[in-house]
């Protein structure tokens, strides 16, 4: 039989359905567990002083009144049984599991620990090498985070929804065939990643329609305010099909490297001092001073030698109205720093692991479950700092201002409680 791979020329694209997630979990104690679990007092008292302490892993009604609903049967994979609970109002039926288990009983955490803490550098068979188990073990364990939504897991209250964001595409390829994830990111963190076979303007609208599904699940008429971009046309087109009032903001970072990708060693004295002018403009504060010191700058421009640095450095100068409506969002990115930090380390893991191999449903799971995997990571720590100012807190604990536990992926699981599941199919062939 052959194995079925990701193929431009017979795959339309992706649909997406959503079925909602019953289960909420709980960081129970593996030790005192079974014994908790028959205590109905105790156990009681303990949900319920989750529910009072962090009501966002519960559903709304969860404040109406609720009780206990008996067991689920032993699961043959980890010998444990979990507790349901009954919302009042609706009648709706919880499962409540422990967080030292994964989702399906798959394996203990501190197993998948170890494994998806080093799958962001490390490919696939080189950890089932070192850990001696089954390469596509981890492969599934991996991929099952990428359920989840992206944005509901990370942003827990929804007046934290970023009003600001900015979006890139990153080229890529699945058994050979170029695609591109297109990304959104805000406060440091992913809140976008998705498979687009193309760079087009139809199929990058696809693309971040998973956010905008995902955001609006949270809040549902949420809106952002800018969104930053480098400039490519067709994904400035499917940010304003998707947000019509949404405002573009051009990447002047991106506009700069023009610049430097013109210099050749026999320029880069001018080069220099054209880069010291250019980052002058952008330090201005205000439209009127932005407008004045681009004028100036174009002005010298064209006193230059004809030259590829006097045609970028020109060409930055005709993107005035790109980079004016910065100034009426005074918190809007005005460069792609942000997106470009975080798809560094996705291009390194993308590098690690030659692509993707096999199917785009594969692929669209793989990515997005790098993507929460990512925000739930302790940060970097950098020794050149010292320890004064170390602080490894996750991207979604540095914006959320809370953890709900002190292990990394004990917090990743709970904050899943009750999060929109996506399951990604290919589209029928008319």
Same mark, same amino acid.
């Given at each position: 039989?052959?194995?079925?791979t990701?193929?431009? $020329?017979?795959?339309?694209?992706?649909?997406?359905?959503?079925?909602?997630?019953k289960?909420?979990?709980?960081?129970?104690?593996?030790?005192?567990?079974?014994?908790?679990l028959?205590?109905?007092?105790?156990?009681?008292?303990?949900?319920?002083s989750?529910?009072? *302490?962090y009501?966002?892993?519960?559903?709304?009604?969860?404040?109406?009144g609720?009780s206990l %609903?008996?067991?689920?049967? *032993?699961?043959?994979?980890?010998?444990? @049984?979990?507790? &349901?609970?009954?919302?009042?109002?609706?009648?709706?039926?919880?499962?409540?599991?422990? $967080?030292?288990?994964m989702?399906?009983?798959?394996?203990?955490?501190?197993?998948a620990?170890?494994?998806?803490?080093?799958?962001?550098?490390?490919?696939?068979?080189?950890?089932?090498?070192?850990?001696?188990?089954?390469g596509?073990?981890?492969?599934r364990?991996?991929?099952?985070?990428?359920?989840y939504?992206?944005? +509901?897991?990370t942003?827990?209250?929804?007046?934290?929804?970023?009003?600001d964001?900015?979006?890139?595409?990153?080229?890529?390829?699945?058994?050979g *065939?170029?695609? /591109?994830?297109?990304?959104?990111?805000?406060?440091?963190?992913?809140?976008?990643?998705?498979?687009?076979?193309?760079?087009?303007?139809?199929?990058?609208?696809?693309?971040?329609?998973?956010f905008q599904?995902?955001?609006?699940q949270?809040?549902?008429?949420?809106?952002?305010e800018?969104?930053n971009?480098?400039?490519?046309?067709?994904t400035?087109?499917?940010?304003s099909?998707?947000?019509?009032?949404?405002?573009?903001?051009?990447?002047?970072?991106?506009?700069?490297?023009?610049?430097? %990708?013109?210099?050749?060693?026999?320029t880069?004295?001018?080069? &220099?001092?054209?880069?010291?002018?250019?980052?002058?403009?952008?330090?201005?504060?205000?439209?009127?001073?932005?407008?004045?010191?681009?004028r100036?700058l174009?002005?010298?421009?064209?006193?230059? /030698?004809?030259?590829?640095?006097?045609?970028?450095?020109?060409?930055?100068?005709?993107?005035?109205?790109g980079?004016?409506?910065?100034?009426?969002?005074?918190?809007?990115?005005?460069?792609?720093?942000?997106?470009?930090?975080?798809?560094?380390?996705?291009?390194?893991?993308?590098?690690?692991?030659?692509?993707? /191999?096999?199917?785009?449903? $594969?692929?669209?799971?793989?990515?997005?479950?790098? +993507?929460?995997?990512?925000?739930f990571?302790?940060?970097?720590?950098?020794?050149?700092?010292?320890?004064?100012?170390?602080?490894?807190?996750?991207?979604?604990?540095?914006?959320?201002?809370?953890?709900? /536990?002190?292990?990394?992926?004990?917090?990743?699981?709970?904050?899943?409680?009750?999060?929109?599941?996506? @399951?990604?199919?290919?589209?029928?062939? *008319?």
């Amino acid at each position: 039989m052959t194995r079925k791979t990701f193929c431009k $020329a017979t795959q339309p694209g992706l649909e997406v359905s959503q079925i909602p997630n019953k289960t909420i979990v709980l960081p129970f104690d593996e030790e005192t567990y079974p014994e908790f679990l028959t205590d109905n007092a105790a156990y009681k008292a303990y949900v319920q002083s989750w529910i009072d *302490e962090y009501p966002e892993l519960f559903p709304e009604t969860i404040g109406e009144g609720w009780s206990l %609903n008996g067991f689920t049967r *032993e699961s043959a994979k980890q010998g444990i @049984r979990l507790r &349901r609970i009954l919302t009042t109002a609706d009648r709706e039926v919880w499962h409540i599991r422990p $967080a030292f288990v994964m989702p399906y009983m798959t394996c203990d955490t501190a197993t998948a620990e170890k494994l998806l803490f080093l799958r962001k550098w490390v490919p696939v068979w080189a950890l089932a090498h070192v850990f001696e188990y089954d390469g596509m073990f981890i492969h599934r364990v991996t991929l099952q985070m990428g359920r989840y939504s992206l944005v +509901g897991t990370t942003i827990k209250q929804p007046e934290t929804l970023p009003t600001d964001v900015a979006a890139d595409e990153k080229q890529t390829s699945i058994s050979g *065939e170029t695609v /591109h994830v297109a990304t959104t990111v805000a406060k440091h963190c992913f809140l976008g990643a998705s498979i687009s076979p193309g760079a087009g303007e139809t199929e990058l609208t696809e693309a971040y329609r998973q956010f905008q599904r995902e955001a609006q699940q949270v809040q549902p008429d949420y809106q952002p305010e800018t969104v930053n971009t480098d400039g490519w046309q067709a994904t400035m087109n499917a940010w304003s099909r998707l947000f019509p009032s949404i405002c573009l903001i051009r990447c002047f970072l991106h506009a700069v490297l023009g610049i430097r %990708n013109a210099a050749t060693t026999a320029t880069i004295a001018w080069y &220099r001092r054209i880069l010291d002018r250019v980052w002058d403009v952008y330090g201005a504060t205000t439209k009127r001073q932005f407008s004045q010191r681009l004028r100036r700058l174009h002005e010298w421009g064209k006193s230059l /030698h004809e030259s590829a640095l006097k045609t970028a450095l020109l060409k930055l100068c005709q993107k005035k109205a790109g980079f004016l409506p910065a100034y009426d969002f005074p918190t809007c990115l005005r460069t792609s720093n942000m997106v470009d930090r975080l798809m560094r380390g996705m291009d390194k893991y993308l590098f690690a692991h030659q692509g993707f /191999h096999g199917t785009l449903v $594969a692929a669209e799971y793989g990515i997005r479950a790098y +993507g929460l995997l990512t925000n739930f990571r302790p940060s970097p720590y950098n020794p050149r700092q010292g320890e004064a100012n170390r602080n490894c807190a996750s991207p979604f604990t540095q914006l959320n201002k809370k953890t709900y /536990h002190e292990c990394w992926l004990h917090n990743m699981l709970i904050a899943t409680s009750g999060q929109a599941i996506y @399951r990604f199919r290919y589209k029928k062939v *008319e």
